[in-house]
């Protein structure tokens, strides 16, 4: 692993681009487990997939380490929300639509 001031040519910076998509996607596999999990409990719960009120507190504490991170929050809001929006999309294919389920706002 080397930082970006350690990079001396362009074979170096997409050789650590490469190292770290292969990380976010192995990430995302994580939180997609924890997200097959929650659609688990709510189902038995009768919870639905979208729960709004946490739908924003995910967005707001993205925000926030975005931020921190040097990053536009609104770029990351804007990523987020897709990322939850698939989210709730595929607990939806175990949940069955949210109609079905207790309004939680």
Do not use: F
């Not at 294919?93 to 939680?104: A, H, M, N, V």
Request: one cysteine or more.
């Amino acid at each position: 692993m080397k930082t970006p001031q350690d990079c001396n040519d362009m074979a170096d910076i997409r050789h650590e681009i490469d190292r770290i998509d292969a990380e976010l996607v192995r990430t995302l596999a994580e939180r997609a487990a924890y997200i097959d999990r929650a659609a688990a409990i709510k189902a038995v719960a009768g919870l639905p997939a979208r729960i709004t009120p946490r739908v924003e507190e995910v967005v707001a504490n993205v925000r926030g380490h975005a931020k921190a991170q040097g990053l536009s929050p609104d770029l990351v809001e804007a990523l987020w929300r897709q990322l939850i929006d698939w989210s709730i999309a595929r607990e939806e294919t175990r949940l069955g639509p949210d109609s079905d389920r207790k309004d939680i706002r």
